[in-house]
Structure formats: C-alpha cells, structure tokens
C-alpha cells in the first residue's frame, strides 16, 4: 500500500470513474452474495473485477510507451 494518504499504490492502475462504478458494483454484489451463504459462488464477479484491472493495466502502458 500507499504510505501517504494520497498517493496511489505504484502496482495499481489509474482506473477512469466508469471503472471504478463497475468494481464497486461487482464488490457489492459480491456482498450480497456472501450473506446468502458461504456456498455462493463470486467467481464471475471476481472475474469482472480482473477483467477490468486488466484492461487498465493494457491502458496505462499503452500511455507509459505513447508519452516516451
């Protein structure tokens, strides 16, 4: 993590505010599954998740090699 409050962990993209709806929707209906029981199954929230890492690791070094 972090060690200031501002600063952004140096592993994690910088995600767009459409994104960041998008996990906080996955996080919470991962929640919600998980008061159902512990037999739920999230793995294609966590999934989505990823997905959505992933494609904003791809963005952020795609921009790191365009601004070189």
Known sequence: ??????EQDPNYPQ???????????????MAKRCMAG???DRSDLER???RILDRAHKRAEKNAKKGK
């Open 1 to 6: 993590m972090a060690s200031k409050k501002n």
């Open 15 to 29: 995600l767009t505010v459409g994104e960041n709806a998008r996990i906080a929707w996955n996080v919470a209906r």
């Open 38 to 40: 512990e037999n739920a």
């Open 48 to 50: 989505n998740v990823n």
